[in-house]
């Protein structure tokens, strides 16, 4: 008999994890389920393609990252379209989507070599008879579990800067969108056909603790707080460093003297694109009391604007069809303990869609404030100031990403809050700044991909001194004598005891 799918729910059928779409129940693929082995010997084999890969040097990775980008680019509307086949997200956000992630290949590919090479390092006076020097070397191979809610930029702003630091990388591609991560490790093969340097192993949450248990020397997650700390613990087991990007609560803060029109596009792009379910989305608005009224207002007639359904709507469906449970409970609550619906509210969860909704006069103790809702959902709240409207911002545990409007004090407010990133006078625009590192704090993970720091995040510092004279000052050895001793304590006094 076969198996009745609920539509997006992902099933395993005679060993092979079918992924349907959640608004149709389409199937988009069947790929085969990993075993513990299996996940074993594909790091196995990574092993041995990341040595060739390292040996290619930066110039070598460069010239095939850069391919992969110029067929990512060629093929952005077949890659958006399975984007929106397999999790149901608009066709045009899936487009913005693989821009963005083509943008983050391009940007690593060209960068590693000034970021990771082997360079001069000055040195410092005691040891002036030594020169040093510092380069980046890659880990070997890295294992990248991803989300679903962007199975491109997301597995992409992990494994684009590992490919690019040397290391080999293998995908645990979401169990939701397994034949968007497959269609990517399948075109980095068709550019990169030697080894197998960028694979896949599909499969449940099973599959994700094999690769972390596999011998991966590093792991980087995308997923909610609650599964981080599973991933950091299996890791744990054997000393594999982690790199965690887990939930936000995203706030933004309205100042008096915002652009309210610009503030409002804004919040509404940020709460409500992918339907709310981005890890850096605008759950939570503060607005100072004498601009709160006229700001919600702008925000109800944008929202109220906006399409519901699976082709060409603004806002499809939710791609993990748990969630509107959880997306229900914020809303009843916030309802039942005294916040109002100005757009939407109770009936707004419509499976497999949610209708957009703004709430306000919600209490910050509530879920709908305090938990991630992943949902296309907004609370606003009226605050005193900037002042009060930070310390609401920071009251959780979260602390990923976030968004001030303002003139005079905004970049001062968003310096305060506290978060791995801040956009001003826009939203969620860190994401695509590939310059700069992406990451959270607290419940929101730790490391960093992306940027500078993103290379660095999947490369190991190695540190190397060579002697070019004698020492004038000679401490570390035993031959040394009283009088160098004493030389050697003058020195220092001379030097540092002003």
Same mark, same amino acid.
């Given at each position: 008999?076969?198996?009745? !799918?609920? /539509?997006?729910?992902?099933?395993?059928?005679?060993?092979?994890?079918?992924?349907?779409? &959640?608004?149709?129940?389409?199937?988009?693929?069947?790929?085969?389920?990993?075993?513990?082995?299996?996940?074993?010997?594909?790091?196995?084999?990574?092993?041995?393609?990341?040595?060739?890969?390292?040996?290619?040097?930066?110039?070598?990775?460069?010239?095939? @990252?850069?391919?992969?980008?110029?067929?990512?680019?060629?093929?952005?509307?077949?890659?958006?379209?399975?984007? !929106?086949?397999? =999790?149901?997200?608009?066709?045009?956000?899936?487009?913005?989507?693989?821009?963005?992630?083509?943008?983050?290949?391009?940007?690593?590919?060209?960068?590693?070599?000034? $970021?990771? =090479? /082997?360079?001069?390092?000055? #040195?410092?006076?005691?040891?002036?008879?030594?020169?040093? !020097?510092?380069?980046?070397?890659?880990?070997? $191979?890295?294992?990248?579990?991803?989300?679903?809610?962007? /199975?491109?930029?997301? &597995?992409? %702003?992990?494994?684009?800067? +590992?490919? +690019?630091? %040397?290391?080999?990388?293998?995908?645990?591609? #979401?169990?939701?969108?397994?034949?968007?991560?497959?269609?990517?490790?399948?075109?980095?093969?068709?550019?990169?056909?030697?080894?197998?340097?960028?694979?896949?192993? !599909?499969?449940?949450?099973?599959?994700?603790?094999?690769?972390?248990?596999? %011998?991966?020397?590093?792991?980087?997650?995308?997923?909610?707080?609650?599964?981080?700390?599973?991933?950091?613990?299996?890791?744990?087991?054997?000393?594999?460093?982690?790199?965690?990007?887990?939930?936000?609560?995203?706030?933004?803060?309205?100042?008096?003297?915002?652009?309210?029109?610009?503030?409002?596009?804004?919040?509404?792009?940020?709460?409500?694109?992918?339907?709310?379910?981005?890890?850096?989305?605008?759950?939570?608005?503060?607005?100072?009391?004498?601009?709160?009224?006229?700001?919600? %207002?702008?925000? $109800?007639?944008?929202?109220?604007?906006?399409?519901?359904?699976?082709?060409?709507?603004?806002? =499809?469906?939710?791609?993990?069809?748990?969630?509107?449970? $959880?997306?229900?409970?914020?809303?009843?609550?916030? @309802?039942?303990?005294?916040?109002?619906?100005?757009?939407?509210?109770?009936?707004?969860?419509?499976?497999?869609?949610?209708? &957009?909704?703004?709430?306000?006069?919600? &209490?910050?103790?509530?879920?709908?404030?305090?938990?991630?809702?992943?949902?296309?959902?907004?609370?606003?709240?009226? *605050?005193?100031?900037?002042?009060?409207?930070?310390?609401?911002?920071?009251?959780?545990?979260?602390?990923?990403?976030?968004?001030?409007?303002?003139?005079?004090?905004?970049? +001062?407010?968003?310096?305060?809050?506290?978060?791995?990133?801040? #956009?001003?006078?826009?939203?969620?625009?860190?994401?695509?700044?590939?310059?700069?590192?992406?990451?959270?704090?607290?419940?929101?993970?730790?490391?960093?991909?992306?940027?500078?720091?993103?290379?660095?995040?999947?490369?190991?510092?190695?540190?190397?001194?060579?002697?070019?004279?004698?020492? @004038? @000052?000679?401490?570390?050895?035993?031959?040394?004598?009283?009088?160098?001793?004493?030389?050697?304590?003058?020195?220092?006094? *001379?030097?540092?005891?002003?």
């Amino acid at each position: 008999m076969t198996a009745v !799918h609920v /539509p997006g729910t992902p099933v395993i059928e005679d060993g092979r994890l079918v992924s349907t779409s &959640p608004a149709t129940g389409a199937e988009a693929g069947r790929l085969p389920v990993a075993t513990a082995e299996d996940v074993g010997r594909a790091v196995d084999r990574a092993r041995g393609a990341g040595e060739w890969w390292a040996a290619l040097g930066f110039d070598g990775r460069r010239e095939r @990252l850069l391919r992969w980008r110029g067929l990512l680019a060629r093929r952005i509307e077949e890659i958006a379209e399975l984007v !929106h086949a397999e =999790g149901g997200k608009p066709v045009a956000d899936a487009v913005v989507e693989v821009v963005t992630a083509v943008e983050h290949v391009d940007w690593a590919a060209r960068n590693a070599r000034r $970021v990771l =090479g /082997p360079r001069r390092v000055r #040195s410092r006076l005691v040891l002036a008879e030594f020169s040093a !020097h510092l380069e980046y070397q890659p880990y070997g $191979v890295v294992g990248v579990i991803g989300p679903w809610n962007y /199975p491109v930029f997301t &597995p992409i %702003g992990s494994a684009a800067y +590992a490919l +690019a630091a %040397g290391n080999a990388v293998v995908l645990k591609p #979401s169990e939701y969108t397994p034949v968007v991560g497959q269609w990517l490790v399948d075109t980095f093969a068709e550019v990169v056909p030697e080894q197998p340097v960028f694979t896949a192993v !599909h499969g449940l949450g099973d599959v994700g603790a094999a690769l972390c248990r596999s %011998g991966a020397d590093k792991v980087a997650f995308t997923g909610s707080s609650a599964t981080a700390r599973k991933v950091m613990a299996a890791c744990a087991e054997s000393l594999t460093p982690v790199l965690l990007e887990a939930g936000g609560k995203d706030a933004m803060i309205v100042d008096s003297d915002a652009d309210l029109d610009a503030a409002a596009e804004a919040c509404v792009w940020g709460a409500l694109t992918n339907a709310g379910q981005t890890c850096i989305g605008i759950e939570r608005v503060y607005a100072v009391e004498p601009v709160f009224d006229a700001f919600v %207002g702008k925000v $109800v007639e944008r929202a109220g604007r906006l399409t519901v359904g699976p082709d060409d709507a603004d806002i =499809g469906p939710i791609t993990m069809p748990s969630q509107l449970d $959880v997306i229900r409970r914020h809303i009843d609550d916030a @309802l039942s303990r005294g916040g109002r619906a100005v757009l939407g509210g109770a009936d707004a969860v419509q499976p497999p869609y949610v209708r &957009p909704t703004v709430l306000v006069d919600v &209490p910050e103790d509530s879920a709908a404030v305090r938990e991630e809702t992943f949902g296309p959902t907004l609370t606003i709240n009226r *605050v005193r100031d900037a002042d009060e409207a930070v310390d609401r911002a920071n009251a959780l545990s979260y602390g990923l990403g976030g968004s001030v409007f303002g003139r005079r004090r905004a970049v +001062a407010i968003a310096r305060r809050l506290r978060s791995g990133m801040a #956009s001003v006078n826009s939203a969620l625009t860190f994401a695509g700044m590939s310059t700069l590192p992406f990451g959270g704090v607290g419940d929101s993970g730790f490391g960093r991909i992306h940027g500078e720091d993103g290379l660095r995040e999947f490369s190991r510092a190695k540190a190397v001194t060579r002697r070019r004279a004698r020492s @004038l @000052l000679p401490s570390t050895t035993f031959e040394r004598t009283p009088a160098d001793v004493a030389r050697l304590v003058k020195a220092i006094k *001379v030097m540092y005891g002003r």
